[in-house]
T-cell receptor, first 109, second 113 residues
Framework: GQQLNQSPQSMFIQEGEDVSMNCTSS?????WLWYKQEPGEGPVLLIA?????ELTSNGRLTAQFGITRKDSFLNISASIPSDVGIYFC?????????FGAGTRLTVKP | DTGVSQNPRHKITKRGQNVTFRCDPI?????LYWYRQTLGQGPEFLTY????????KSRLLSDRFSAERPKGSFSTLEIQRTEQGDSAMYLC???????????FGQGTRLTVV
């Protein structure tokens, strides 16, 4: 089962608003990954984080690797309708990659 | 390279039948992962290959499940004597050794009726 606690479970926001979601674990991970999944499709990699404290951006997306190596957050700035989907965090340790249960994002135009 | 490819995209089968799914990873990716995803959940790890060697299997992978990667390229996941609880999306991902970024295919959605 899931070992990562991802919150919030769902978000309903207005277009143009910023979004923040996070992931916590009782275990230390070496890498944190953030994926987006749309209905009927596989997850698509958004951002990968490799070092504790690392802050990485990909366009309007910004993610950070927590300094304790047990957490990560993802921010989306100035949301647009195509940001709709389910966002998953994934923690990786050696060859083991575990996922959170996802944050479902709905953006109202 | 068009990315990770999975076939079929959808499979409907009767309970008790055997099914086999195929995954073609990104060329030169020597790591290949299988995950299962049920509605409202994140992907759950099933098994992992490095080249042709199956290095890890989850407790979720019962004796009815078997995965192979005979030549270190494509992989197959077979489910024998399917049960309704096997209904899920089966996802394949691949990565290059030394690089932890894993890329997923579009998945195979299995429905057992």
């Amino acid at each position: 089962g899931q070992q990562l606690n991802q919150s919030p479970q769902s978000m309903f926001i207005q277009e143009g608003e910023d979004v923040s979601m996070n992931c916590t674990s009782s275990s230390i991970f070496n890498t944190w990954l953030w994926y987006k999944q749309e209905p009927g499709e596989g997850p698509v990699l958004l951002i990968a984080l490799y070092k504790a404290g690392e802050l990485t951006s990909n366009g309007r997306l910004t993610a950070q690797f927590g300094i304790t190596r047990k957490d990560s957050f993802l921010n989306i700035s100035a949301s647009i309708p195509s940001d709709v989907g389910i966002y998953f965090c994934a923690g990786q340790r050696n060859n083991d990659m575990r996922f959170g249960a996802g944050t479902r994002l709905t953006v109202k135009p | 390279d068009t990315g990770v490819s999975q076939n079929p995209r959808h499979k409907i089968t009767k309970r008790g039948q055997n099914v086999t799914f195929r995954c073609d990873p990104i060329s030169e990716h020597n790591r290949l992962y299988w995950y299962r995803q049920t509605l409202g959940q994140g992907p759950e790890f099933l098994t992992y290959f490095q080249n042709e060697a199956q290095l890890e299997k989850s407790r979720l992978l019962s004796d009815r499940f078997s995965a192979e990667r005979p030549k270190g390229s494509f992989s197959t996941l077979e489910i024998q004597r399917t049960e309704q609880g096997d209904s899920a999306m089966y996802l394949c991902a691949s990565s290059y050794e030394g690089n932890t970024e894993a890329f997923f295919g579009q998945g195979t959605r299995l429905t057992v009726v």
